[in-house]
């Protein structure tokens, strides 16, 4: 929640693997990252317990996205490194 005054997304991933590859690039590059990981099945934590709870999952895969903050003051730095990859 605070993320939005202080951090600056760089990127929203839904492959672990590109995940990691810009993680990796970022903290070699000095700079320091935050991963927030979200389910974007789940619309709300209230809706998801109750269905979960009435009929069971039906084998649906839990997508998971993630998104990637830097400080402010490196944002511009770490989108350039982003984009390279």
Not at 23 to 32: F, N, R, S
Not at 44 to 64: C, E, H, L, W, Y
Not at 73 to 85: M, V
């Amino acid at each position: 929640m605070l993320e939005q005054f202080f951090k600056s997304q760089v990127a929203t991933v839904s492959d672990s693997t590109y995940c990691h590859r810009i993680t990796d690039a970022l903290t070699a590059a000095g700079i320091k990252c935050y991963c927030k990981t979200k389910n974007a099945n789940q619309r709300s934590v209230f809706d998801a317990t109750r269905m979960q709870a009435q009929i069971g999952t039906f084998g649906i895969k839990p997508r998971n996205i993630t998104e990637i903050f830097v400080d402010k003051e490196n944002a511009e730095l770490a989108s350039h490194i982003i984009h390279t990859l």
